[in-house]
């Protein structure tokens, strides 16, 4: 089996470092046969946020707080076990916990600036609601046949 096809890229020029990863394997559920009840096909992958180098400061910082509830002893817990084979597994646990760290670590969107509403928006939905209740009062029963 050959070496992962990372370095898997967090955002810009920051990658997952390998040195950081503590991989796991364990026996899968699912489909294989006779194979899955003797290969540990299920990838977990640990990275350790609290301490790691490999973050910025400010990136490190947001992602400990908007992960606060993921977090296992300061650690992110990536599982993987959908494929039969350990390698694909682990591919997709390092792309998920990349993926992961990349949202964590965005900046937040910018504030919403309040503006005026449009002259022209106000007077359409003024008008529209005009014409609703001209509709609704059309249907009331009197004059008819009365």
């Known amino acids: 089996m050959g070496g992962m096809s990372g ?5 810009g020029s ?7 990863l503590v991989w796991r394997f364990s026996r899968a559920s699912g489909p294989g046969g006779q194979h899955v009840n003797t290969s540990d ?9 609290a301490r790691t180098q490999a973050l910025p400061p400010v990136w490190k910082e947001r992602a400990l707080r908007r992960l606060a509830d993921r977090l296992v002893d300061g650690q992110v ?14 591919e997709a646990a390092a792309v998920r916990l990349a993926a992961l760290l990349a949202e964590a670590t965005a900046p937040p969107p910018a504030p919403r600036r309040k503006r005026k509403v449009p002259r022209g928006v106000n007077e359409r939905r003024l008008r529209e609601k005009k014409q609703r209740s001209d509709v609704k ?4 029963g009197r004059g008819w046949g009365q």
């Open 14 to 20: 920051v990658v997952l470092p390998e040195a950081e």
């Open 77 to 90: 817990v990536v599982r993987a076990g959908q494929h039969r084979s350990q390698w694909r597994n682990r």
């Open 41 to 49: 096909t299920r990838a977990e992958v640990r990275f350790d946020l």
């Open 7 to 11: 370095p898997y890229r967090i955002r």
């Open 137 to 140: 009062r059309g249907r009331t």
